[in-house]
C-alpha cells in the first residue's frame, strides 16, 4: 500500500490494556493508529488530524463516549467521520438509538471479537478511503473543468478576436466571403456579394443567381475553373476574374474571386469556399492607363508621320535653304506641342502661340511687329494648324516681304466671331508686293491646313504695299459644306492628270501633310489618287455613284470613327484598308481581316499594300524584289 493511501484511526479508552489489545487487532490494516485516554485527549487529536473512523469506548470517566460522540459531530470538520462505540455495558435499545442519534455508525460489544471488529472497521476505512480518492478525482475533475473552461473561454475569445479582425479586415479590403455546399447546391453570399452582382442585402439567392449573373463571354471560363476546383485529381486553386452583369440594375461589374474546394475521406467535393473582391474601379484605371498609352502612342506617331510628311514635301533649290525649310517646319510644330503639354493638350492660348511663333523676329526696342487680340483658347488640333500657317506666312514674310526690312511693319490681330476666330496678317512698308503665278509649297500648306483639315477658309490680298492674310479657324466644326468649319476634300485643289488607264484609289486622311505625302507616294506608284478627303460626310459624297479600286482610311477622322465608310466598302465588294496611329487592339473584331498600315508611312510598306490588296496585276514602280518582301518586315499586317 503507497503512503499516501494510509488512514488514520483514533482508539478512545481510558483503559490502558483495552487499547494495547485494539492496536493489535488493527495494526494489519495498514493504518496510522493514534491513541486516546480520554475524551479531552482524544479531542486534542481530533483538532491536529484528519480521522477515517473513530473507536470510542461508551463508558469512560468525565465525559462518556455518546457525549463525546456529539461534541464530535457538532465540528465541522469531523461531519463525516465514522464512529464506532464499544461497550462492555448490556446496551438497550434506547440507548442504542441515543447513540446513533449522536453519530455512530455501529456498535461493537465487550467481549471484541477481534475478526468483527477488524471487519467492521476495515469497511469504514475502505469507504473513508475511496471517498477521499472520489474527493480527489472530483477535485482534479472540477480543476480540470475548471481549467478547461478558462482554455475555452480564451480560445473563444481569441476566435471573436480573430473573427473581429477578419471582419475589419474584409471590410477594409472590400473582401466578400461566399461559400457553396456542393452536396445540397446551396450558396451563401454576404450583402458585399450580393452587391457585386447587382442582388439586394434582403434578397436570397441561389446557384442559379451566379451563374446567371456571369458575362456571357466569361461564363465558360468560370465553368472550367469551378470544375477543376471540384475535381478531386485536381483540386486547383480557384482564381478567376470575370464580369458580372447586376440582375437588378444590369451595370457590368469586375470581380476577381479565389477559392478552395473542400473534400471528404472519400475525395468528393463537399464545400468550395472563397473570397471575391469587386475590382471594377481597378480595371476602370487599367482601361484609362491602357487608353492613355494608346493614345501617346498615337499622338507619337502622328508626330513622326507630319515631320515625315515635312520632309518628304519640303521643296528648296539648295540643300541648306532645304534643311532650313524643314527644320523652322519642326520648330513651329515642337513650339505648339510645348504649349499644348503645358495645358494637358486641353488646348493653346493664340497670343502665346503668336509670341513664340514671331519671337525671331523681334528687335529690341522696335515696334515693327504689333500684336492684339483678345484672349482665345483653341483646341490642339488647331492650335498645330495655326503654329504651322504662322510659320509659313512669317517664313514667307522674312524672305520677300515686311519682315525682311527693319522699317516695315507687321500688324496681326485677330478678333471672336460667331462660330470661329479671324487672324489679319497685315504687312506695310517692305518690298513691293504682286501676286505669285502659282502656288508654293507654303502657301499649299496653309490652304490645305487650314481649309480642308481645319474647316477654316484663308483669303490672301496681294497688294503692292504688302500682303494682307486673314485666316479664319473655327471652334467648331459643322456639317454645311463650304463654310467656315466644314472640312472638305483637298482633291480639287491639288493637281490631278486625266485618268487614262491608271487604277482609281480614294485617300482619306485628315492629316493633311500626311494626306499629301501619301498621295504623291500613290501617284509615284501610278494610280490616279481621289483625295485625301478629311470627313465622313465627304468619303460618302465621294463614294455616291463612283467606284475605285481601291481605298485608304485613316480610322479616326477628327474623333469620328470611319466604321460606316468601312461598311459600305464591304458591301461593294471594293478592297479597302485603314492608315491609323494606333495599334491593331484600336480595330473592331469584325474588321479583323482588313489590313491595317501604322503611321509613320514607309513607302514600301505602302508598296506591298497595294501590290497585295488593291491591285494584284500592277506590276509599274514595282519591283519583284519590293514585292517579295515579306509582310512582318514591312509593317503591314496580314490578311487573316
Not at 463508558?59 to 461497550?87: K, T, W
Not at 446557384?207 to 475535381?231: L, R, S, W
Not at 494608346?294 to 515631320?307: I, Y
Not at 468619303?539 to 455616291?544: F, I, S, V
Amino acid at each position: 500500500m503507497q503512503q499516501d493511501d494510509r488512514i488514520n484511526l483514533l482508539l478512545v479508552d481510558d483503559q490502558p490494556a483495552k487499547l494495547l489489545s485494539y492496536e493489535v487487532i488493527l495494526r494489519d490494516l495498514g493504518a496510522n493508529l493514534f491513541k486516546a485516554s480520554s475524551a479531552k485527549e482524544a479531542l486534542q487529536l481530533l483538532l491536529k488530524n484528519e480521522f477515517a473512523v473513530v473507536l470510542i469506548d461508551v463508558c469512560m470517566p468525565e465525559l462518556d463516549g455518546f457525549e463525546l460522540a456529539a461534541m464530535i459531530r457538532g465540528h465541522p470538520r469531523f461531519s463525516e467521520v465514522a464512529i464506532i462505540f464499544i461497550s462492555a455495558v448490556l446496551l438497550n435499545d434506547a440507548d442504542r438509538l441515543r447513540g446513533y442519534e449522536m453519530g455512530a455508525v455501529d456498535y461493537v460489544p465487550v467481549p471484541v471479537i477481534p475478526e468483527v471488529l477488524r471487519a467492521k472497521v476495515r469497511v469504514f476505512a475502505e469507504l473513508y478511503r475511496k471517498t477521499r480518492q472520489l474527493a480527489q478525482l472530483n477535485r482534479d475533475l472540477e480543476r480540470r473543468v475548471t481549467e478547461r473552461t478558462a482554455e475555452l473561454e480564451s480560445s473563444n475569445e481569441r476566435l471573436q478576436e480573430s473573427e473581429q479582425q477578419l471582419r475589419l479586415a474584409t471590410e477594409a479590403a472590400e473582401v466578400g466571403l461566399w461559400d457553396v455546399d456542393t452536396v445540397t447546391d446551396t450558396l451563401f453570399w454576404p450583402p458585399r456579394v450580393k452587391a457585386m452582382f447587382g442582388i439586394s442585402p434582403d434578397v436570397p439567392v441561389a446557384m442559379v443567381d451566379f451563374f446567371a449573373g456571369i458575362h456571357p463571354d466569361d461564363k465558360e471560363a468560370i465553368g472550367t475553373a469551378y470544375a477543376a476546383a471540384c475535381d478531386p485529381d485536381q483540386r486547383a486553386l480557384y482564381d478567376v476574374e470575370y464580369r458580372t452583369v447586376g440582375k437588378e440594375d444590369s451595370v457590368v461589374r469586375w470581380v476577381a474571386a479565389k477559392g478552395r474546394g473542400i473534400f471528404d475521406a472519400d475525395g468528393q467535393c463537399v464545400r468550395v469556399l472563397g473570397t471575391a473582391i469587386d475590382i471594377t474601379k481597378r480595371k476602370q484605371a487599367e482601361e484609362r492607363q491602357m487608353l492613355l498609352a494608346r493614345e501617346v502612342d498615337h499622338r507619337a506617331r502622328n508626330a513622326l508621320a507630319v515631320v515625315q510628311a515635312i520632309v518628304r514635301l519640303t521643296r528648296s533649290a539648295t540643300v541648306p535653304e532645304y534643311v532650313a525649310a524643314v527644320e523652322g517646319r519642326i520648330r513651329s510644330l515642337a513650339q505648339a506641342h510645348t504649349l499644348l503639354s503645358q495645358s494637358r493638350w486641353e488646348g493653346a492660348d493664340i497670343a502665346r502661340l503668336v509670341d513664340e511663333e514671331l519671337a525671331a523676329y523681334r528687335v529690341p526696342g522696335s515696334k515693327r511687329i504689333s500684336i492684339s487680340g483678345p484672349p482665345v483658347f483653341i483646341a490642339p488640333d488647331k492650335a498645330q494648324i495655326l503654329a504651322l500657317a504662322l510659320h509659313e506666312l512669317a517664313t514667307n514674310s522674312a524672305k520677300y516681304g515686311a519682315l525682311s526690312s527693319p522699317d516695315a511693319q507687321l500688324d496681326l490681330s485677330w478678333k471672336i466671331e460667331p462660330g470661329l476666330v479671324s487672324l489679319i496678317w497685315s504687312e506695310a512698308g517692305g518690298p513691293p508686293v504682286r501676286a505669285p503665278a502659282e502656288q508654293g509649297f507654303g502657301t499649299k500648306i496653309i490652304n490645305a491646313t487650314v481649309k480642308h483639315q481645319c474647316g477654316g477658309d484663308v483669303r490672301f490680298d496681294w497688294r503692292p504695299e504688302g500682303l494682307i492674310c486673314t485666316l479664319f479657324v473655327p471652334f467648331k466644326t459643322s456639317d454645311d459644306t463650304g463654310q467656315p468649319g466644314a472640312p472638305r476634300s483637298m482633291s480639287d485643289n491639288l493637281v490631278q492628270l486625266g485618268n487614262g488607264d491608271r487604277k482609281r484609289v480614294m485617300l482619306v486622311e485628315d492629316e493633311t501633310l500626311i494626306g499629301m505625302m501619301m498621295r504623291d507616294m500613290l501617284v509615284e506608284l501610278g494610280l490616279f489618287v481621289v483625295g485625301p478627303i478629311c470627313s465622313v460626310t465627304e468619303a460618302h459624297r465621294a463614294l455616291d455613284g463612283q467606284q475605285y479600286d481601291g481605298v485608304i482610311l485613316d480610322l479616326n477622322l477628327s474623333g469620328e470613327m470611319v466604321y460606316p465608310i468601312a461598311d459600305l466598302l464591304e458591301q461593294r465588294g471594293t478592297p479597302f484598308a485603314f492608315v491609323t496611329g494606333y495599334g491593331s487592339e484600336s480595330l473592331e473584331r469584325r474588321f479583323a481581316h482588313v489590313p491595317l498600315l501604322q503611321k509613320p508611312i514607309v513607302r514600301e510598306t505602302l508598296t506591298i499594300l497595294v501590290q497585295n490588296h488593291f491591285l494584284p496585276k500592277l506590276e509599274k514602280e514595282i519591283s519583284p524584289e519590293r514585292a517579295a518582301m515579306p509582310m512582318a518586315r514591312t509593317g503591314v499586317r496580314s490578311v487573316h
